[in-house]
């Protein structure tokens, strides 16, 4: 089998999605949420036969750039988006051995760029969040040093650059390649004119996209601003139409639509105010920006807040445990009244944390008749009505294995747990299995989809299960409901030690979650001890096999606040409140 050049080996591969997600707010890219020129529309929709069958000339978008940043037409050269105006420069002045020094975080692309020309990326660290400080990037030139690569604003951090810090690296290093991107230069309330840099240093090469001011990021249209020498040298690299008519002819529009930037630049700036003002309202560290997005700290309630923000069907840039960006994600800037819907979404509300046996569920034909069966496996015999419940309600048995093994015991037969545990799920649940995956498929939800889905706009949702993990996935996706819930701790998730009545699991979700006002609601006395160990409030449910009086008082005996038929009822509340 033929292999690619060997500096490819260690170059991870771009992803990128393959279809369109079905999301409200779409804000993990950077893409323009404001909406295209009505103009780039019109001039679209009267695409003739030639525009389509014969190759694109680019004399009049090059005539409207250079009289828009005040340079002569051969300075100008497009390109298939901003991406292709990186790649072309690198692969024009880079050899093997050779460096770039740039700023990170910053944009990925670059540094694969390098890469793959053989050359090394030197990422420079922050010496304070989020500052350019030009001394930074200079102690790391040496040599071997080819091209600095800056952008001015930063992605995904928001800082500007200032104009004299340009100026200071390219008359300081006039035998290096300075790039600089300047794609989100058009959101800075005080703007810059890099631009004029190029008639007086030869070193400068500017990069811009159509992407992000103007919300052609589907046509892929961007260009380079340098001089006519570097111009011609980038043009040996460079395919000779990669940019298509349709990006030409909408490029043309947009920059006859001066309106259209200065209305979408202010509505851009007033929206990215609202949302950095809010988010640290709320307790989240929002840097400033100078762009159309927003980088933000969420601390140890990333995770919480980025499944809420799912939940309300928002989509934002999730950095993880990327170094420098741990906690942080990325938010896309769109219109002001989308921006309330963020924060709305991201506010405070009364969290409820279900157990999922007897609440969630009704398991008398999935657990309760896997114990039964298991029994009835090693005993040859049948429980009596009644003993299952009656061993739960002495307490700490939350485990349905211990609570199989318990009953064996108490009927003389003592098996190794792995024995139980493994002829409990041949019954229960096999992912293995064709088909129907066990008794886990004759579950019933105890409250419809609609019901969650409401539930979810009123309350947040969490699951505190002794389940495994795989087996509360598994339901809660089968009926459409785990997309409702911000955070799922399951039986694996704690350690043994500290299984339920243990409050562990309640005290990692107070931990992880920014509210005060939470309640668990449990089917168990040792549900309703668990809620009290944790501080937070106890609903105690009935299950379905325990509608009476008798079990009420129990739960109420063992720490529940209010006991209720069926998670039902909550609803009902909200709804007689209105």
């Known amino acids: 089998m033929l292999k690619p050049k060997k500096i490819l080996e260690k170059i991870p591969v771009y992803q990128t999605d393959e279809y369109f997600e079905n999301y409200d707010l779409k804000l993990d890219s950077n893409e323009n949420l404001y909406d295209v020129s009505p103009k780039v529309l019109e001039v679209l929709s009267n695409v003739c036969k030639k525009d389509i069958s014969f190759y694109p000339c680019y004399g009049e978008l090059l005539d409207k750039l250079a009289k828009e940043h005040f340079v002569d037409k051969n300075n100008i050269l497009l390109t298939n988006g901003c991406d292709e105006a990186i790649s072309v420069v690198f692969s024009t002045y880079l050899e093997k051995g050779d460096k770039v020094v740039s700023f990170a975080p910053t944009f990925a692309m670059p540094k694969i760029y390098a890469n793959v020309n053989g050359a090394k990326f ?22 071997k040093t080819k091209i600095i690569h800056l952008t001015s604003p930063n992605s995904p951090t928001g800082e500007n650059i200032e104009l004299h810090e340009i100026e200071y690296i390219l008359e300081n290093y006039q035998d290096k390649l300075v790039v600089l991107d300047v794609t989100y230069g058009s ?13 007086e240093y030869p070193n400068l090469v500017i990069v811009k996209s159509f992407s992000k001011d103007y919300a052609l990021a589907g046509l892929r249209l961007g260009y380079i601003v340098t001089n006519k020498k570097n111009i011609e040298n980038i043009k040996k690299v460079i395919s000779p139409y990669s940019v298509n008519t349709y990006a030409v002819k909408a490029g043309i529009a947009v920059l006859d639509d001066k309106k259209y930037l200065n209305d979408m630049k202010a509505e851009i700036i007033s929206s990215r105010k609202l949302l950095i003002n809010g988010l640290s309202k709320l307790g989240f560290s929002a840097y400033d920006s100078e762009t159309n997005f927003v980088l933000c700290d969420f601390k140890n309630y990333s995770s919480f807040a980025y499944k809420k923000l799912l939940t309300n069907s928002i989509k934002v840039k999730n950095f993880g445990n990327k170094k420098n960006l741990e906690n942080c994600f990325r938010i896309s800037v769109p219109k002001v009244s989308d921006t309330k819907k963020i924060l709305n979404a991201l506010s405070s509300k009364t969290l409820l944390v279900f157990d999922l046996d007897g609440v969630v569920f009704d398991v008398q034909n999935s657990y309760r008749l896997a114990i039964e069966k298991t029994f009835e496996f090693f005993t040859g015999k049948k429980l009596l009505k009644g003993e299952i419940q009656e061993a739960k309600n002495l307490g700490g048995l939350n485990c349905d294995w211990d609570l199989t093994e318990f009953l064996l ?58 389940r495994p993990r795989n087996e509360a996935i598994y339901s809660l996706q089968k009926f459409g409901i785990l997309k409702y819930f911000n955070i799922i701790v399951a039986k694996e998730d704690l350690p043994k030690n500290k299984q339920k009545p243990h409050p562990e699991g309640l005290n990692y979700i107070i931990k992880n979650s920014y509210f005060k006002d939470i309640y668990y609601l449990g ?18 449910v009935l299950p379905p096999n325990e509608q009476n009086d008798i079990y009420k008082n129990h739960l109420i005996k063992s720490g529940a606040s209010v006991v209720i038929q069926n998670i039902g009822d909550i609803l009902k509340v909200n709804e007689g409140q209105k």
Do not use: P
């Open 122 to 143: 030197i990422e420079v660290d922050y010496k304070q969040k989020w500052v350019f400080d030009v001394q930074e990037i200079v102690k790391n030139i040496d040599n």
């Open 523 to 540: 089917d168990t006395g040792d549900d309703m001890l668990c809620a009290k160990s944790a501080g937070v409030n106890a609903i105690g």
């Open 409 to 466: 015991k108490k009927y003389g037969v003592n098996r190794k747990k792995a024995e139980i545990i493994e002829v409990f799920q041949q019954y229960f649940f096999n992912e293995k299995n064709e088909g129907s995956k066990g008794l886990i498929d004759n579950e019933k939800l105890l409250l419809d989809k609609l019901g969650f889905e409401k539930l979810s706009k009123i309350y947040d949702l969490c699951v505190f299960t002794g």
């Open 187 to 199: 959101f800075v309330e005080r703007g810059q004119d890099f631009f004029g840099l190029i008639k």
